[in-house]
């Protein structure tokens, strides 16, 4: 047994308004009892222009979701057009950052040193960074995916300390299972999630990668969640599409095992 508590992570990608995401996050918390959070650690992650809605939401009613970001710059501020910096995500209540997706990798040629430098400033704003690594289907076909895990891993995670390592949570998402219905086999994912948590080992120790949080995102949904969660290395799910619909989110977090 371990003692990582569950996690999971709605992201709503470029979805929802502010207004959108009020009735999305009023709904979610509806239908989940207080007991649901004592197992799982629940997270939504709206685009920025919802967070300061979604943020006076859930203070406002005592909620007991918390808030995610979709990403953030590594400078504190300064002449970036366009970018949105940790500490004003910190000021808005946030304690989940994702960095290095796949979307962000594919469509804005994001690196893992410019997932790195985002995770050092999520850190350092005490914020978690949420670490996304994952193969595409043609490095899967040509058995690499887990020589590019274990790039993207060392690259993203470079120069840190074991501490600040402890702090981070890594996402497994593998980029062909995203957005395309195609989930990864509960089996392929637990064996990736147990790589990862054995290389983590090596960049830290091995206490440090026992008690870190490795979740796995691509067409997670209410029917697949149970088979991929009882993988003792996934201790958690980042869920796209399904995390916008609040009966769809709530299944997934109340999955039993
Ligand atoms: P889907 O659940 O829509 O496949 O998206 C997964 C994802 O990219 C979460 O970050």
Same mark, same amino acid.
């Given at each position: 047994?371990?003692?990582?508590?569950?996690? +999971?992570?709605?992201? %709503?990608?470029?979805?929802?308004? /502010? !207004?959108?995401? #009020?009735?999305?996050?009023?709904?979610? /918390?509806?239908?989940?009892?207080?007991?649901?959070?004592?197992?799982?650690?629940?997270?939504?992650?709206?685009?920025?222009?919802?967070?300061?809605?979604?943020?006076?939401?859930?203070?406002?009613?005592?909620? !007991?979701?918390?808030?995610?970001?979709?990403? *953030?710059? %590594?400078?504190?501020?300064?002449?970036? =057009?366009?970018?949105?910096? $940790?500490?004003?995500?910190?000021?808005?209540?946030?304690?989940?950052?994702?960095?290095? /997706?796949?979307?962000?990798?594919?469509?804005?040629?994001?690196?893992?040193?410019?997932?790195?430098?985002? $995770?050092?400033?999520?850190?350092?704003?005490?914020?978690?960074? +949420?670490?996304?690594?994952?193969?595409?289907?043609? @490095?899967?076909?040509?058995?690499?995916? @887990? @020589?590019?895990?274990?790039?993207?891993?060392?690259?993203?995670?470079?120069?840190?300390?074991?501490?600040?390592?402890?702090? #981070?949570? +890594?996402?497994?998402?593998?980029? %062909?299972? #995203?957005? =395309?219905?195609?989930?990864?086999?509960?089996?392929? *994912?637990? @064996?990736?999630?147990?790589?990862?948590?054995?290389?983590?080992?090596?960049?830290?120790?091995?206490?440090?990668?026992?008690?870190?949080?490795? !979740?796995?995102?691509?067409?997670?949904?209410?029917?697949?969640?149970?088979?991929?969660?009882?993988?003792?290395?996934?201790?958690?799910? !980042?869920?796209?599409?399904?995390?916008?619909?609040?009966?769809?989110?709530?299944?997934?977090?109340?999955?039993?095992?």
């Amino acid at each position: 047994m371990t003692d990582r508590k569950d996690l +999971i992570v709605g992201n %709503w990608k470029m979805n929802a308004t /502010h !207004l959108d995401a #009020i009735q999305m996050i009023q709904k979610l /918390h509806y239908r989940l009892e207080v007991e649901d959070y004592d197992r799982v650690d629940v997270v939504v992650a709206p685009p920025f222009t919802a967070l300061r809605s979604a943020q006076t939401v859930i203070e406002a009613d005592h909620m !007991l979701i918390e808030l995610g970001a979709q990403n *953030a710059h %590594w400078e504190e501020s300064g002449a970036y =057009t366009g970018e949105v910096s $940790a500490p004003m995500l910190a000021k808005l209540a946030v304690g989940y950052v994702i960095v290095g /997706h796949s979307e962000r990798r594919q469509h804005f040629e994001e690196t893992d040193q410019d997932a790195n430098r985002r $995770a050092r400033a999520v850190l350092a704003n005490e914020m978690t960074p +949420i670490v996304c690594v994952g193969e595409t289907l043609e @490095e899967r076909e040509e058995a690499r995916a @887990e @020589e590019v895990g274990l790039s993207q891993l060392k690259g993203s995670l470079a120069r840190f300390d074991v501490t600040q390592l402890g702090s #981070i949570v +890594i996402a497994y998402e593998p980029v %062909w299972a #995203i957005g =395309t219905g195609r989930t990864a086999s509960p089996d392929d *994912a637990g @064996e990736m999630a147990s790589f990862i948590r054995e290389r983590l080992v090596d960049l830290g120790n091995s206490e440090v990668a026992a008690s870190m949080r490795i !979740l796995y995102g691509g067409s997670v949904n209410a029917g697949n969640v149970k088979d991929l969660m009882a993988k003792k290395h996934i201790d958690g799910a !980042l869920v796209g599409g399904a995390s916008l619909d609040p009966d769809k989110f709530a299944a997934i977090v109340r999955y039993r095992l």
